[in-house]
């Protein structure tokens, strides 16, 4: 069974740069699209992009200049940079598998909450 | 691109069958067979309950049902149960980037 882990800060000041891992357990992360999904409070998903396991790259528009992922394979994981951050960065990310085609994420980690405060 | 357009609620009794709609452009519904729909309990990641507009996957009940006519998709849940009581997402490819929808709480009376 594949399992899905976010770590990192859950903490980041304005105008820094949010970082997040994404372990992946019970399954190899290669040959699959990776991706990272938000959700402030109380609102709904945004997706902020995906990363091939060959390291090709997809961002949301509305994000593509602030960020970055990338992928180690070696220790099955992958990883968000979004820098310039602020409060309106503020939310639950996820990490899921996109797995047989575009939009079929079969896989999500549990979540983790980014604050962004001073 | 925008969010694809959900209704913010939609309510049911037990039993009952309801349809959630999610609106979008030929540049995303519209033009790729490429919707999924999500459900989300309180708290806890979204699941996969439709993909490729109508395909379950293994495991979901074949109470989900979806289906596209232009640029709208639509999830269709029949004989509702207390445990459907959830926030609903749909998503589409929009040609590299996906959306999703606004969600939809679903609220079993």
């Known amino acids: 069974q594949v399992q899905l882990q976010e770590s990192g800060p859950g903490l980041v000041k304005p105008s820094e740069t949010l970082s997040l891992t994404c372990t992946v357990s019970?399954?190899?992360?290669?040959?699959?699209?990776w991706s990272w999904i938000r959700q402030p409070a109380g609102k709904g998903l945004e997706w902020i992009g995906r990363?091939?396991?060959?390291?090709?790259?997809n961002y949301n528009p509305s994000l593509k200049s602030r960020v970055t992922m990338s992928v180690d394979t070696s220790k099955n994981q992958f990883s968000l940079k979004l820098s310039s951050v602020t409060a309106a960065d503020t939310a639950v990310y996820y990490c899921?598998?996109?797995?047989?085609?575009?939009?079929?994420?079969?896989?999500w980690g549990q979540g983790t909450l980014v604050t962004v405060s001073s | 691109q925008s969010a694809l357009t959900q209704p913010a609620s939609v309510s049911g009794s037990p039993g009952q069958s309801i349809t959630i709609s999610c609106t979008g452009t030929?540049?995303?519904?519209?033009?790729?067979?490429?919707v999924s729909w999500y459900q989300q309990h309180p708290g806890k990641a979204p699941k996969l309950m439709i993909y490729e507009v109508s395909k379950r996957p293994s495991g979901v009940s074949n109470r989900f049902s979806g289906s596209k006519s232009g640029n709208t998709a639509s999830l269709t849940i029949s004989g509702l149960q207390a445990e459907d009581e959830a926030d609903y997402y749909c998503c589409s490819y929009a040609g590299s980037p996906v959306v999703f929808g606004g969600g939809t709480k679903l609220t079993v009376l």
């Open positions: 030929s540049s995303d519904v519209g033009s790729y067979n490429l």
């Open positions: 899921a598998r996109e797995a047989g085609g575009y939009t079929i994420f079969d896989y």
């Open positions: 990363i091939y396991t060959s390291g090709s790259t």
């Open positions: 019970g399954g190899s992360i290669s040959s699959y699209y």
